[in-house]
């Protein structure tokens, strides 16, 4: 969560495994999002907006209704409401607003790139692969940007970091060298820097475990995402109070298909009935609970994250958040990733990017087994000397006493689980879904959102492609460096932009079409995707 999930190799060739699609679809009842049995540690306090307008009855209309209130949903409907002419956009949030994925993630934007790219290159061609390594690590200048815009930089603490790759077997290190080199030289300037360490200049340098044997060191970013997106959630709330609205405990359990008599999708959600010519899915691993055809092309995955208390040396080696890390075990394991708060008790937000697959039950808790993976995982990876002492309980100096009585007194504060999404191709899904794929037929033409022409004020203008469904899913583990980015695009297609800029930097294969769709669920293999997840390199 929150890059939790992509430095693996995607393998493409062998029979489905129902035992593994079971496991990878575990915690997901009805495909319907539920109401998480754990509390997420970036959620207390909750902003003001978590719950609004809970007890109103939705609009019958709206231009635009979007599904989904997590970082996809932010960008979207900011983009949207900045460069639309006066739609009315409602969003439906099944629970609280941002309760799902990304209230629930790691807080990294740190990009899978070396990982990943030769890989890619092999599969899609050299030029698209750098498109897609472009689009990556685009998101971090992009979110700090947003983050500066907003004025919510040191709220949100969003800030770049040392990102730090370590490494705890020989041949995994040396073959991400291999592959390090292979980036470097396709990408050239492009690449950006990193830096590599071996044995006991790894361990010095970032204060690790002796077991560590190399270290690759990047920029990267990290980010409190719950205060990131309702930050600037509120903030289109108040700048648009006529245009924008939120309904929340209103999950979407169908839509209807335009008739003659309602020329629209018709929306069915726990609030009532509403109508609109845009339906836009941005609920990621919930997606094909509405849009069926997607079954086994996205498929939901359950991790684990933590709060932690830093051991009394730890510092040293996290520099207050001034670091980020992911953990490479072995080829056999995977990886965990982690990152600290720059402030309050300086908690160190531990993710297993590997263990909870298989564990986790129907009931969407945490398994016992990633459970306690991470609750044990961290002194071994820096070191009993650099984790040092078993850091006490601190009291708040602001006066404010968040989550008293509600976080535990030990090393692990907190831990939860949610649940993410794994795109069957790798690839996630963005922009307009065709009629075949949907299911149902569009609205017509006529339906469109207008507007009174400014010259004539008689006039009427369309101020929004044809009506449809849209969608940005499907992010692999990696939304951090995907969804703004690939809302931003849906939301200017939606808008009928000129597209020729955003053709420059969107990957034109993240594209819906019914052959990929057929494709993605001819060709993947939940069992051997498993597989190489715990494998990262596949040596």
Not at 133 to 143: P, Q, S, T, V, Y
Request: proline share 6%; charged share 20%.
């Amino acid at each position: 969560m929150g890059n939790c999930v992509s430095r693996f190799k995607h393998p493409f060739s062998v029979s489905r495994s129902s035992s593994a699609e079971k496991n990878m679809g575990s915690g997901v009842p009805d495909g319907l999002p539920i109401a998480e049995p754990t509390t997420s540690f970036w959620t207390i306090p909750a902003t003001p907006i978590s719950k609004p307008r809970s007890q109103e009855s939705l609009p019958s209309h709206a231009d635009v209704v979007i599904i989904g209130s997590g970082i996809s949903g932010a960008s979207f409907a900011r983009t949207l409401l900045e460069y639309g002419d006066c739609l009315h956009v409602v969003m439906l949030e099944a629970q609280d607003v941002c309760s799902g994925a990304t209230g629930r993630n790691g807080g990294h934007i740190f990009p899978a790139t070396y990982h990943d790219y030769e890989d890619l290159k092999k599969r899609v061609g050299e030029d698209m692969a750098k498109k897609m390594m472009g689009f990556r690590k685009a998101h971090l200048d992009e979110i700090l940007a947003i983050a500066a815009e907003e004025g919510i930089t040191e709220y949100t603490q969003c800030r770049a970091v040392e990102g730090v790759d370590v490494y705890f077997d020989k041949p995994t290190f040396e073959e991400a060298q291999r592959k390090l080199q292979v980036y470097q030289r396709d990408m050239g300037d492009h690449a950006g820097s990193y830096t590599c360490y071996e044995g006991l200049d790894a361990q010095e340098k970032f204060h690790l475990s002796p077991l560590a044997v190399g270290c690759i060191a990047t920029k990267a970013g990290a980010i409190h995402p719950y205060r990131f997106v309702t930050s600037i959630l509120s903030r289109l709330l108040t700048g648009y109070p006529k245009e924008f609205e939120i309904h929340t405990h209103a999950p979407c359990t169908s839509i209807d298909e335009p008739t003659l008599s309602c020329p629209f999708y018709r929306l069915s959600t726990a609030r009532g009935v509403i109508t609109t010519p845009h339906v836009v899915h941005l609920t990621n691993a919930y997606a094909p609970a509405l849009l069926p055809a997607l079954k086994g092309t996205i498929l939901p995955i359950r991790e684990t994250m933590t709060a932690q208390r830093p051991g009394r040396n730890l510092h040293a080696s996290t520099l207050r958040g001034g670091r980020s890390f992911v953990f490479f075990d072995s080829p056999r394991k995977g990886f965990d990733y982690l990152t600290q708060l720059p402030e309050g008790e300086h908690e160190l937000m531990f993710g297993a990017g590997f263990e909870s697959t298989t564990d986790s039950g129907d009931n969407a808790m945490y398994g016992v087994h990633s459970a306690a993976h991470v609750g044990g995982a961290m002194p071994i990876y820096f070191g009993a000397e650099s984790w040092g002492a078993e850091a006490l309980p601190t009291t708040s100096t602001d006066g404010q006493d968040v989550g008293v009585g509600l976080w535990a007194e030990g090393r692990v504060k907190a831990i939860w689980s949610g649940l993410l999404s794994e795109s069957a191709d790798g690839m996630p899904w963005v922009g307009k879904v065709p009629v075949n794929v949907a299911g149902r037929k569009a609205p017509p033409a006529s339906s469109a959102p207008s507007a009174l022409n400014s010259n004539t004020e008689m006039l009427k203008s369309v101020v929004t492609a044809a009506p449809g469904e849209w969608i940005a899913a499907g992010y692999s583990g990696e939304g951090m460096v995907h969804a703004w980015l690939s809302s931003k695009a849906v939301a200017l297609m939606l808008l009928g932009e000129d597209l020729t800029k955003v053709k420059t930097w969107l990957p034109e294969l993240f594209s819906v079409t019914e052959d990929r769709v057929k494709k993605a669920k001819r060709t993947f293999q939940p069992h051997v995707l498993l597989r190489g997840k715990r494998g990262v390199f596949s040596l």
